[in-house]
């Protein structure tokens, strides 16, 4: 194929992905740089204002939060998503697809509509608590949101179909010879376990705690829906800041700043699997 | 001892994971406007109104339409670059493959803003375009990732054996590649489908005041007062789901499109 077809044949995408993705992060930079004026957002002058603002209490506790709930989300996540994803794999055909078209139904929920139904589950008049209480892990039914565990079960189920969908085809994939020679060898199942699979899928494995942490830091809905104010992450703050405060210029600021913290985790991923030394 | 652990955590998983569809379809069935689970007093008035609201069916039929847009865009976007990565292994296309997966990879709110901030400074903010261009580049890496699959999956025995027997470039793509990679391909398109569908923040973000999709308005009746009527929406959403992936799974191998082994090897 000559030269200029292929440049026709990418003339597109490249236009598409270039027009979207460079150019409006580099306008993001340029906003969270302007003087805040709903009027005017392009407006000329320059202005750290909303980046001195990231340093006030509330941007750095929201951070903070952020950060928290994205590493739990993504330990939580991959700590039930990993076995299911291993024991889905080990399945008859018929149940394999059986979970994974289960799986993907859970994906064609809305964020807005899982969050509802959480609401609906933790509520104090139908929902767990009364289940607890039967069980004697309660003392009298009571509302179990908004709290920062509802955020947290909420935002789990919305990230474990991405964490399955993530593993399933290295697990897939896996040697089963591997694992069976370990057996042979005298290994018990968990360590042929810990020993062969869990080296063997680290790249994966981080990708999903990745996926996972980015699909936290970025959720809108579920905390607003069932946490207080107290509890809410820097991505609350942002869209707030954009729709209701109209202050553009710190909604981008903040989002450069997650921007940053995302890449941070992504690097900090990628040098934990390099760098780990093969058992 | 194992295996009923196995089964237990199966089971408790699968409850966790059942539980707000349960909830959702339940809800649905109330005879009641409020909120009740179980549901008293099953009915179907609530698919009724569903049915008969020119505001509901309006976010349905819009959100219908951006999602078969957007998957659509995204799939045009999505093609040409795997092919290129595959067979001329383009950088040019691997750079392009590498930058079109970062949008997925940023924190939803943050994309929200930076698609706010992009039609804004065009002064076209509030169009239904706007949803449309934004879901397909955030989603863009799924039919990416299932068409590479597919273009991986290729033998090159079966490509070479074509140009032995005189096949030109043309039909080798018509013949040999293009019936291997049309599932990979419309699972791909699913998959934006279903994510555009439910997609909340960007499309409130850019357009959500002028192009009510479903999510939003569910979202803007929740702050407003809850009816059950929103769940029937998301009833037919998931009864949409879970058709489009079981029939997925019918006419092809839906393992093998997740990337997992192929049936009957090994």
Redesign the interface.
């Known amino acids: 194929?000559r030269r200029w077809q292929?440049s026709v044949?990418?003339s597109?995408?490249?236009l598409?992905?270039?027009a979207?993705?460079?150019?409006?992060?580099w306008?993001?930079l340029r906003?969270s740089i302007a003087p805040p004026d709903p009027a005017a957002?392009?407006g000329a002058g320059l202005t750290f204002e909303a980046y001195r603002s990231l340093l006030a209490p509330d941007s750095i506790h929201a951070l903070r939060r952020s950060l928290q709930l994205a590493v739990v989300v993504g330990i939580v996540s991959v700590g039930?998503g990993f076995?299911?994803t291993y024991?889905i794999?080990r399945m008859q055909?018929r149940a394999?697809?059986g979970w994974?078209?289960?799986?993907?139904?859970?994906?064609?929920?809305?964020?807005?509509?899982?969050a509802?139904?959480?609401q609906?589950?933790l509520?104090k008049r139908?929902g767990l608590s009364r289940i607890f209480v039967a069980l004697g892990l309660m003392q009298q039914p009571d509302s179990l949101a908004p709290s920062v565990g509802a955020i947290i079960a909420c935002l789990t189920?919305l990230v474990?179909p991405f964490t399955v969908?993530t593993l399933?085809?290295a697990l897939?994939?896996l040697d089963?010879s591997l694992i069976e020679a370990a057996r042979t060898l005298g290994a018990p199942?968990w360590r042929a376990f810990t020993s062969v699979v869990l080296p063997l899928t680290r790249v994966p494995t981080m990708v999903a705690f990745?996926?996972a942490a980015?699909?936290t830091?970025?959720?809108?809905?579920p905390p607003v829906?069932l946490g207080k104010p107290e509890h809410w992450p820097m991505?609350v703050l942002?869209?707030n800041a954009?729709?209701a405060g109209h202050n553009?210029p710190r909604?981008?600021a903040m989002?450069v700043l997650?921007?940053v913290v995302?890449a941070l985790l992504?690097l900090g991923a990628v040098r934990a699997v390099r760098h780990r030394p093969t058992p | 001892m194992t295996a009923i652990l196995r089964r237990a955590f199966l089971g408790l998983l699968a409850l966790f994971l059942a539980a707000p569809l349960i909830v959702v379809t339940g809800v649905s069935f109330n005879g009641t406007a409020r909120m009740n689970f179980p549901p008293q007093h099953a009915s179907l008035i609530w698919y009724g109104n569903f049915f008969s609201d020119p505001g509901w069916m309006s976010a349905l039929t819009l959100s219908a339409v951006i999602a078969a847009l957007a998957s659509l865009v995204a799939v045009s976007i999505a093609l040409p670059i795997a092919y290129a990565v595959w067979r001329f292994n383009s950088r040019a296309a691997m750079a392009l493959q590498g930058l079109a997966r970062v949008s997925f990879l940023l924190p939803a709110v943050v994309v929200s803003i930076v698609y706010l901030v992009f039609w804004s400074a065009l002064g076209h903010a509030g169009h239904i375009e706007d949803t449309i261009l934004s879901h397909a580049v955030v989603f863009v890496t799924l039919p990416l990732t299932t068409i590479g699959l597919g273009f991986q999956s290729i033998d090159s025995a079966l490509i070479d054996a074509a140009r032995t027997l005189g096949a030109r470039e043309g039909d080798v793509l018509r013949t040999v590649i293009r019936p291997i990679i049309l599932p990979y391909l419309v699972s791909g398109l699913v998959f934006v489908f279903i994510l555009s569908l439910n997609e909340y923040i960007i499309a409130y973000m850019v357009a959500g005041f002028e192009v009510e999709t479903l999510p939003i308005k569910v979202f803007n009746n929740l702050r407003m007062g809850f009816t059950p009527t929103m769940c029937v929406g998301a009833v037919l959403f998931m009864l949409l789901g879970v058709l489009g992936f079981g029939a997925i799974a019918w006419v092809g191998d839906l393992p093998k499109l997740l990337g997992g082994r192929t049936q009957g090897s090994g």
């Open positions: 194929m292929l044949l990418l597109w995408p490249a598409a992905t270039l979207l993705t460079v150019v409006p992060v306008l993001l906003i957002p392009w039930a076995p299911l024991f794999t055909r394999q697809v994974l078209v289960f799986l993907l139904a859970t994906l064609t929920l809305s964020d807005v509509l899982i509802f139904s959480w609906v589950m509520s139908i189920y474990i969908l399933y085809p897939s994939q089963r199942a990745v996926l980015v699909l830091l970025g959720s809108f809905v829906a991505s942002i869209g954009a729709l553009l909604a981008a989002s997650l921007l995302t992504a």
